[in-house]
């Protein structure tokens, strides 16, 4: 395992890097900051656009929403955005979330404490971006869950999210759709666990993965603040 060794840039592209070689690089995005520029000028800011100022070139292999913060992993060229991307593609990149939903959820009583959600994933055309569980449209989707910490004061719960498959908004859909929405989700909560946080208390926490050159696995840890 590496652990996290934060180094901080100066200036406007200030960013928190975990690792970096001439291969790929792994970020922390804070929590309300793109990916990648969006739409008009007051969106340009964002993790690529801060990265590539301090590496010339780098190169966006994966997403998380604006809201979620955590790790994310670019390339520095291109042969290694492919195979990073294939990875994805294939599966074989470990991801671990975590997530604080409202409501006591019970952990699962087999394998070993995770749980499993697949309802299928569609565009809701009519409200893009958001998406909706469609049984006859959807994609698959397959999301892992395990309870962590349960808070029956505060009727809340910690889970632990592996996602099998990377469908928009999965996660935050899938909890929604259990009657378990992420707390401070302004998209799939509704007003009162919307209020609870003043973000969305979503983390991608972890990844591991085979270096794309030199065949090591590598994998990076970065708590959650909330």
Known sequence: M???????ADGAAAIDCLYADDALLVLSKPAG??????R??????????????????????????????????????????????????????????QAVVQGCMAAPTTDNGWGDITLPIAADWERRPLRVIDPQHGKPSHTRWRVLDVDTSAQTTRL????VTGRTHQLRVHLAALG????????????????????????????????????????????ANF
């Not at 590496?2 to 901080?8: A, F, I, R, T, Y």
């Not at 900051?33 to 969006?38: A, F, M, S, T």
């Not at 390339?75 to 294939?86: D, I, Y």
């Not at 989700?185 to 983390?203: F, G, I, M, S």
Request: glycine share 8%; hydrophobic share 45%; aromatic share 6%.
């Open 40 to 97: 008009g000028p007051d969106k340009q800011d964002c993790l690529s656009a801060r990265a590539q100022q301090r590496w010339p070139g780098a190169l966006i292999v994966h997403r998380l929403d604006m809201g979620t913060s955590g790790l994310v992993l670019m390339a520095r060229t291109t042969p290694a955005q492919r195979a990073l991307g294939h990875a994805f593609a294939e599966r074989t990149i470990e991801k671990r979330y």
């Open 160 to 163: 632990e999210l592996a996602p």
């Open 180 to 223: 378990h929405a992420i707390l401070g989700d302004a998209l799939y909560a509704d007003a009162a666990t919307q209020a609870r946080a003043p973000r969305l208390l979503l983390h991608a926490q972890q990844l591991g993965f085979t270096h794309p050159c030199t065949g090591e696995w590598l994998e990076f840890i970065l708590v």
């Open 2 to 8: 590496v652990n996290p060794n934060p180094e901080l």
């Open 33 to 38: 900051l793109l990916c990648v520029p969006g």
